[in-house]
């Protein structure tokens, strides 16, 4: 991550990946004040999944903005919360009905975990190594990606245990064999560190975003659902980054056919206003007594609220859901062919527009990294080790520019080769 650009009175704790100051977005591009013009293929950490600026979106601002900005949830009830409510219950199983809103993914896990442990009065958490939860104290103790995000921040909280994710490269196994392992091993788990009466939920990215964009086995979902059904154990599905298009399902889970008890969601929601929800049933939601959770801003900043009703109104009438299924599924296609001539590309996986290419060390990924940045495309990595680069580009793209990405791409694998 680059560090030369001039913070002012900025605070140095973030890192970046380029040296420049975007003033300007349309689509899939950024550009600078000089007219300078970058493809983002980070979508902001895959948040503007409807494109920069989308026309719409910007309207959907202008409108709300002359209305009514705030109307503070504990104080009244906009028509406009209750509508996107209405709208995501339209896209979610049956079985979640009812929905809490809040500004970031970490605060709707904060509140997954928080009515899951009221709702079942049990204080354990199980979550799978690799995860990525969020940055608060809480939700640190439950990401085990990369000690970056905890490291100097302990003790954590007490009460999360780790199962092993289920991702066959990780064991040099076939799928279904790394199934029966982590399913033994979480038995196992169950038996020898938290009895299942203390733990109040089971939680799951369905591909781990920090860990280095490994989806789950389908099956392996299932076999969670079950077990959570025989323990009476709360499932919670973490859709944060995965959500609303970005694997070309409206949600993840869905290839999955499970419902999840508890499902988190933010990022891709909002087009690039922080926004995020929880959903579950009504009668979990009724066990939650009023003043038992809250937020000043959540479901009562309006203009996030309207733009996200947008958002999902953009991703169904402009099909950009299948777009991102037709785009994945030919990027995943070419990166395999440059995976079979590159030794050192060590996996490519994925789904949709949530795709990951696993090197083999991670300073070639840096190599690779650093020169689709000299041409303009902004690539980001991940993985415990740093050495995997991610590909999310938002579902606007088009395949013009996905086959101009590979173009650059290509050329930076054999870059890599020769410097």
């Given amino acids: 991550m680059s560090q030369g650009i001039e913070l002012g009175h900025l605070s140095t704790v973030w890192s970046r990946l380029a040296d420049f100051y975007p003033v300007k977005g349309r689509g899939t591009y950024l550009h600078d004040a000089k007219g300078t013009q970058y493809m983002d293929f980070t ?4 948040v503007t999944n409807t494109g920069h600026c989308h026309p719409q979106i910007v309207q959907s601002i202008q409108k709300q903005s002359k209305d009514l900005l705030f109307a503070q949830m504990n104080c009244m009830l906009s028509p406009l919360t209750k509508a996107l409510a209405q709208k995501l219950n339209e896209h979610t199983p049956d079985s979640i009905d009812q929905f809490f809103f809040s500004n970031s993914g970490a605060e709707a896990t904060e509140a997954a975990i928080k009515l899951a442990k009221f709702a079942s009065q049990r204080p354990n958490i199980i979550v799978f190594q690799g995860s ?4 608060t104290h809480l939700t640190m103790a439950m990401t085990t990606s990369n000690t970056v995000y905890r490291r100097g921040y302990q003790p954590l909280p007490a009460g999360i245990f780790i199962a092993p994710f289920p991702y066959p490269g990780d064991y040099g196994m076939d ?20 009895d299942p009466s203390e ?11 920090e860990g280095g964009y490994k989806p789950v086995p389908m099956k392996f979902l299932r076999e969670l659902r079950k077990i959570c059904n025989d323990n009476d154990i709360l499932f919670i599905i973490d859709e944060v980054q995965s959500g609303f298009g970005r694997t070309g399902k409206f949600f993840c889970h869905q290839y999955a056919k499970v419902k999840p008890d508890i499902l988190v969601m933010a990022k891709g929601m909002g087009s690039g206003l922080p926004i995020s929800a929880i959903g579950a049933s009504k009668e979990l939601m009724s066990q939650w007594p009023p003043g038992g959770h809250g937020g000043t801003y959540g479901g009562g900043s309006l203009i996030p609220i309207a733009v996200a009703i947008k958002t999902i109104d953009v991703l169904i009438e402009e099909n950009l859901i299948e777009n991102a299924q037709l785009q994945g599924t030919f990027l995943r296609q070419r990166l395999q062919e440059l995976g079979d001539v590159y030794p050192f590309v060590h996996d490519v996986r994925g789904l949709g527009l949530m795709v990951g290419v696993e090197f083999s060390n991670p300073e070639i990924a840096k190599k690779v990294q650093s020169f689709c940045l000299e041409q303009k495309l902004l690539l980001l990595t991940c993985g415990t080790h740093s050495n995997t680069i991610r590909w999310i580009p938002p579902l606007v793209v088009t395949h013009q520019q996905i086959i101009q990405s590979l173009k650059i791409f290509k050329t930076a694998l054999q870059e890599s080769i020769e410097s």
Avoid at 43 to 46: F, K, L, N, Q, T
Avoid at 175 to 194: A, F, G, R, V
């Fill in 175 to 194: 799928e279904q064999s790394t199934i029966d392992y982590c399913i033994d091993q979480l038995q196992h788990l169950l038996k020898s560190q938290t």
């Fill in 132 to 135: 990525f939860h969020g940055r």
């Fill in 199 to 209: 733990v109040a939920a089971i939680i799951i990215e369905p591909v781990l975003g």
């Fill in 43 to 46: 979508s902001g950490i895959g």
